[in-house]
């Protein structure tokens, strides 16, 4: 079929960018249905999984039968599912099923019409989805059809259901399909505007390319009749053969290839200047992601950090809580047998303490406290511990220690306390210390240990207090 090589050309570039823009706006089309639908699913998943912890399993075990309508737990949960379904015009309805064995049963159902599903009503449209949502999240692949319609459903189990209750979350199909007719309308209109597009291209470049092979062709002639100044007029006909008769008589034509080929270095240039900014951009992207990275898991360990201080620090002073102590102290149990060195265990207790929360309020009482801490702390080694163990008695655990060390430095802390000053109020007071010592010795229980002190700190009261007792 002999045809003007303009029409050949416009007719291979329109079905060349045709097929382009048209396999681009497949693939865009068909990713944009995946994720449409990959869209649809999340949300009513994530939106089944976020009722579903506001309802507890173990407040429906009453509800059985229709009968139990009444009940006040079931309008409770019915008007709180209700809610949820007008908070969202997507969801056509949400409900409970409960499953015994391999049957499934409704609990609640939050449709305000006759067709109500009431509770112990059983359900026998099963699908897969749905029995797996009474252990995890799940959300059915496609639309599925029942007696109450056509829908898309999100599952979730419920908080302390062990694998019994799901609640469920019906999105209608017709609002599926209608989202679906949307993004097929747009991707019409995407071809059609490629259809357009490609007709102006191809017949953009066909004509570029046609008239300058013509003036080429006329060029050429011109020159080998001598005519270097001549413009000879556009001829009609096949302007390939023209072509290849005037690329016979003149060879200089090179001239035009190599400039075809500096054309197609600008434009790699070009490309490559734009593939190196999308890479920057990238890099910057994934750089900022990696600090926010960072920042979020120094912020959990510091969280993690604080709350372990929390866990075994007392609010008051920031010593060790008891229960800390005792884990320190059941260590060091455990290492005696090893290493056989001894260590040692002061009870203290403030005298009179009492008198001061009485005479000066319980916020004088904590302050004072808070003092003692702080005094009782400075005055031990790094290795020692202190710890308030109740009210106004402290306990001190002093690793390889023996029982004359103990003694030494529970003369020097009832020496410190007794000579420091604590203002309260507009008053100076001075408070003494009375120490119960014990050192832990092979055979002893944790209680033993702690009770021998406790005997010598009983012992130090009676000897008339701001005294060391040794057990």
């Not at 865009?28 to 994720?35: I, K, N, P, R, V």
């Not at 600008?266 to 593939?275: D, F, P, T, V």
């Not at 009870?347 to 303490?353: A, P, T």
Request: glycine residues 6%.
């Amino acid at each position: 079929m002999r045809l003007p090589i303009q029409r050949k050309l416009f007719l291979s570039h329109f079905v060349v960018v045709l097929l382009v823009s048209g396999s681009i706006g497949t693939y865009f089309y068909l990713s944009a249905a995946d994720s449409l639908m990959s869209s649809l699913q999340a949300r009513l998943q994530n939106s089944a999984a976020l009722v579903s912890q506001a309802l507890n399993a173990k407040d429906l075990d009453a509800i059985r039968e229709e009968s139990d309508q009444q009940l006040p737990v079931y309008q409770e949960y019915l008007e709180l599912l209700r809610t949820f379904r007008r908070t969202n015009p997507d969801i056509a309805y949400l409900y409970v099923m409960r499953r015994v064995g391999d049957r499934v049963f409704f609990v609640i159902d939050s449709d305000e019409t006759k067709a109500q599903a009431l509770p112990g009503r059983e359900y026998t449209s099963l699908v897969p989805a749905l029995l797996e949502g009474f252990s995890r999240a799940a959300v059915d692949d496609a639309i599925q059809t029942d007696e109450w319609g056509a829908f898309m459903s999100g599952y979730s189990p419920l908080n302390n259901g062990a694998g019994e209750y799901l609640v469920g979350m019906d999105m209608r199909a017709a609002e599926v399909q209608q989202k679906f007719r949307q993004l097929r309308i747009s991707g019409i209109l995407s071809l059609m505007a490629a259809i357009i597009l490609a007709l102006l291209f191809s017949r953009l470049l066909s004509s570029h390319f046609v008239n300058r092979v013509q003036l080429l062709i006329s060029r050429c002639y011109a020159i080998v009749k001598g005519g270097l100044e001549e413009n000879p007029a556009l001829r009609t006909g096949d302007e390939l053969d023209s072509l290849i008769n005037a690329f016979d008589s003149m060879s200089n034509h090179l001239v035009e290839s190599l400039k075809q080929n500096q054309q197609t270095a600008e434009a790699l240039k070009l490309s490559r200047a734009g593939l190196e900014l999308r890479v920057q951009e990238r890099t910057r992207e994934l750089l900022e992601l990696n600090s926010q990275l960072v920042h979020e898991i120094g912020e959990r360990k510091r969280a993690e950090v604080a709350l372990a201080k929390a866990a075994s620090s007392d609010p008051l002073t920031g010593l060790l809580n008891r229960r800390a102590v005792i884990e320190h102290l059941e260590y060091q149990m455990v290492r005696y047998p090893r290493n056989g060195v001894p260590f040692a265990l002061l009870l203290c207790d403030l005298d009179h303490f009492k008198l001061i929360n009485d005479v000066h309020g319980h916020n004088a009482g904590d302050q004072v406290l808070k003092r003692v801490a702080d005094r009782l702390r400075e005055s031990v080694r790094a290795q020692d511990l202190v710890a308030r163990w109740g009210g106004e008695e402290f306990l001190l655990l002093l690793p390889d220690t023996d029982l004359n060390g103990g003694l030494v430095v529970a003369e020097k802390l009832c020496k410190r306390v007794a000579n420091s000053v604590y203002p309260v109020s507009d008053e100076q007071l001075h408070l003494t210390l009375s120490i119960g010592v014990t050192v832990y010795m092979h055979g002893r229980t944790l209680d033993d240990c702690i009770k021998s002190a406790d005997d010598a700190l009983y012992e130090a009261k009676h000897r008339g207090r701001n005294c060391v007792v040794a057990a």
